[in-house]
């Protein structure tokens, strides 16, 4: 794995959604670049804010050094692709208009810009022995179960579960396996937050013990995995579950509560004893 950072040339752009933005990263920047097994694998994007001073490349510890305002600010992003002949790098990026750091410069970017990163990292990677998989998120999970997908062995079930705005955020999913996808639209529902855990739960799974990946708004993938663990007997083990964000929190904001708030999710349901 790649600790150190590595930067990354646009070589193109491309909208595969009215939210989400697709970048290709190329150069030798990428020499460096080692990917790990995992199909959730991340990087952690460092943005240089306007006025900084520096540019990319740049020495990651020399420039938190600087002032608050001027040291670059870190995104993690899931790796879509990484095509080792080309050496190209590719992560899809979730866009809301001018706010935050990462969907801005994404939308801006253009050939020839420049992007560092550190990484990747990660923790999952489809069990090739499940009997049939359940993954499920929203937008934010969409590159990371997209990788997962397509290592899922040929002709094994792979129930997904994702929520986006409407018809028009989803995206096309390819996989070996048998995929039953069911996409949730949360323009004009009442209470959006509680799709994702309704669906699941409405759903008829198949015999046996699932491998599963739910991750996306820290509220609702809680409550898919109270639903998973207390509802279907699910063990904790068989599961990577977690949140990449939380409604009405700024990036900055999750981090700071993010432990507190992981360590009461997991008091939610408790072992199961024998």
């Known amino acids: 794995m ?11 752009t491309e909208w595969l959604t009215p939210g989400m933005v697709r970048v290709v990263l190329g150069g030798a920047g990428l020499d ?6 995992w199909t959730d694998q991340y990087v952690n994007a460092l943005f240089v804010p306007d006025g900084a001073g520096y540019d990319v490349p740049f020495d990651p510890a020399e420039a938190r050094n600087g002032p608050p305002e001027h040291r670059p600010v870190g995104r993690r992003y899931t790796v879509r692709a990484w095509d080792p002949e080309a050496r190209h790098l ?7 208009g001018d ?3 990462a969907g801005p410069w994404a939308q801006r970017a253009r050939p020839g810009d420049r992007l560092q ?19 499920a998120g929203d937008e934010s999970a969409i590159p990371a179960i997209a990788a997962s997908l397509e290592q899922v ?7 997904v579960f994702l929520v986006v705005d409407d018809e028009r955020h989803e995206l096309p999913l390819d996989t070996p396996g048998e995929l039953r996808c069911t996409w949730l639209h949360r323009l004009g529902v009442d209470a959006p937050a509680e799709l994702l855990v309704g669906a699941v739960a409405a759903a008829t799974f198949p015999a046996g013990h699932p491998d599963v990946f ?11 995995r109270r639903h998973l663990l207390a509802d279907r007997g699910i063990e904790r083990d068989q599961t990577s579950i977690s949140p990449y964000w939380r409604r009405r929190h700024t990036d900055e904001a999750w981090r700071e509560v993010k432990a507190e708030w992981l360590a009461e999710v997991a008091q939610d349901v408790c072992p199961r004893t024998t």
């Open 2 to 12: 790649t600790t150190s950072a590595v930067y990354g040339e646009v070589e193109r």
């Open 32 to 37: 460096d670049f080692e990917p790990t097994a």
């Open 90 to 96: 590719t992560i899809d990026f979730v866009a809301h």
């Open 99 to 101: 706010s935050g750091m």
């Open 117 to 135: 990163v550190v990484g990747p990292s990660g923790g999952y990677r489809p069990d090739p022995d499940a009997p049939w998989y359940l993954m």
């Open 153 to 159: 062995p040929a002709g094994r079930d792979c129930f």
């Open 214 to 224: 739910v991750h996306g708004e820290a509220g609702e993938i809680r409550a898919v």
